[in-house]
Each structure stands twice: as C-alpha cells, then as structure tokens.
C-alpha cells in the first residue's frame, strides 16, 4: 500500500508517529471532502450488479437505491468504517470506493 510505504519514510526521516498519523488523518479528511463519485462507477458494471443485488431490481433508479444503499441500518454503505472526516464510525459512499472511482 502506497499510503503505508510514505509512512514508513517519514518515520525514518525522523518524523514521530504521533506527526505521521495527523498528516495521514488531515490528508484523508480533505480527499473525502474533495471527492464525489466518479461517472465511471456509476456507469460500471460493478455499480449495476451492486444496485441490482441491493435493490432485486433489473433496472433500479436513485430512488429505488436509497433504502437499501444508505437508509436501512443493517446495509447501509459505509456503516462499518471510520469517517475520515469527523472520525466517527459511518462514512459516506464516496469513503469506500477505489481511488480510481472518486472524482473531484
């Protein structure tokens, strides 16, 4: 992992790992408030089968997505992971996706 790869370069340039963990967390927070959801997920087929084994739907909409994706406790996206943002557990859709699928 590229992320673990500079830490460990910081800290042999003498930062602390009190230091490197801030920067981690700082750069985290403005790349998830920077980022939405790329075109290219939405049209992927990785985001058609997720919608439609979320929704049982052949050709769900947006609407038909909201339960399922981000309403429903159990299921909802993000439920399980820290927000890099507040740091709280629950993150935004945006949070668990590749790099290569968020978008400025």
């Known amino acids: 992992d590229k992320a673990e790869t500079v830490k460990r370069q910081l800290v042999g340039l003498g930062w602390t790992q009190a230091r490197v963990r801030d920067l981690h967390t700082r750069i985290c927070s403005e790349q998830s408030n920077e980022a939405g959801v790329g ?33 429903d406790g159990a299921s909802a996206v993000g439920k399980d992971q820290i927000c890099p943002r507040d740091g709280k557990l629950g993150c935004a859709m945006v ?10």
């Open 39 to 71: 075109a290219a997920y939405v049209v992927s087929k990785e985001f058609t089968d997720l919608a439609r084994l979320r929704t049982g739907l052949d050709d769900p909409t947006f609407r038909d997505m909201q339960d399922p994706f981000w309403c």
């Open 95 to 104: 949070d668990v996706l590749p790099a290569v699928y968020r978008q400025k």
